[in-house]
């Protein structure tokens, strides 16, 4: 296996990522898709729409590389937290909030066949863009808001890209994820990464919380038996589809 699933500190990247990484990271890990990249992704830069629809990315990224190592491009329709824009003309003596890309690099900046994607860094965090028409350097854009299911979540993202347009701090989004939650995302996908290597139950469970929890009781009845069984389960369910789960918030009721 890459992944090094006996090193607690190899998994420090997966508790530190965003949402966007956190779900790029369990994508990764699934056969069908690597063999999806290998047989058709990697050819060519605009995915074909089975593969968006499959995968529910836009452009090609390597399984073989993590969130720190490439730009990840999720599909508007997967991840509601992409802003799309399009540029307007202020009247005079209106205050300019301007989308800055002269300084992106290719790999943050790409053309697709809906328009242009880009993911900015501002203030060490990340923005996504959905250019509706082709960017201008320094242009002037306003944020479109369908009034959709994911109004709420586009519109907090519309606006914290503001703020951090404005120089001030974007603040909280309205979707995160808990210090426990993601140090239960980074075990199941350790616990994962031992089962696809090969690994037995008891063998994870013994470098995931130690063999002298295990030695004095019957492994067969043991509650950690149970509990590595699943973390396995939920790091395949993660893989396999879950990770649109944590790209697509919970509908707000209240």
């Given at each position: 296996s890459k992944f090094d699933w006996r090193s607690p500190s190899a998994y420090d990247r997966v508790e530190e990522a965003d949402i966007t990484g956190l779900a790029w990271?369990?994508?990764r890990r699934n056969?069908?898709?690597?063999?999806?990249?290998?047989?058709?992704?990697?050819?060519?830069?605009n995915v074909s729409p089975d593969f968006r629809q499959r995968w529910g990315l836009f452009f090609?990224?390597?399984?073989?590389?993590?969130?720190?190592?490439?730009?990840?491009?999720?599909?508007?329709?997967?991840?509601?937290?992409?802003?799309?824009?399009?540029?307007?003309?202020?009247?005079?003596?209106?205050?300019?909030?301007?989308?800055d890309i002269g300084d992106l690099t290719?790999?943050?900046?790409?053309?697709?066949?809906?328009?242009?994607?880009?993911?900015?860094?501002?203030h060490k965090v990340e923005h996504r863009v959905w250019f509706k028409e082709a960017p201008v350097v320094a242009g002037t854009y306003a944020v479109e808001l369908p009034l959709?299911?994911?109004?709420?979540?586009?519109?907090?993202?519309?606006?914290?890209?503001?703020?951090?347009?404005?120089?001030?701090?974007?603040?909280?989004?309205?979707?995160?994820?808990s210090t426990h939650s993601r140090r239960r995302l980074g075990l199941a996908l350790r616990a994962l990464d031992a089962r696809i290597d090969g690994s037995t139950y008891r063998e994870i469970a013994e470098v995931l919380f130690g063999t002298e929890r295990i030695a004095e009781?019957?492994?067969?009845t043991h509650d950690l038996r149970n509990r590595t069984i699943r973390l396995v389960q939920s790091g395949l369910a993660l893989m396999r589809d879950g990770y649109r789960a944590l790209l697509r918030p919970p509908s707000r009721k209240k």
């Open positions: 990271e369990c994508l056969p069908n898709f690597q063999a999806d990249h290998r047989s058709t992704a990697k050819t060519i830069p090609a990224a390597d399984p073989s590389r993590s969130y720190l190592e490439q730009t990840i491009f999720w599909a508007p329709e997967v991840l509601p937290t992409v802003v799309p824009v399009r540029p307007v003309s202020l009247a005079v003596g209106q205050s300019r909030g301007t989308l290719e790999g943050q900046l790409r053309q697709g066949p809906d328009g242009w994607h880009a993911v900015l860094l501002l959709d299911r994911d109004f709420e979540f586009r519109a907090d993202a519309g606006r914290r890209l503001w703020r951090a347009l404005n120089g001030r701090s974007p603040g909280p989004p309205l979707h995160s994820l009781r019957d492994w067969r």
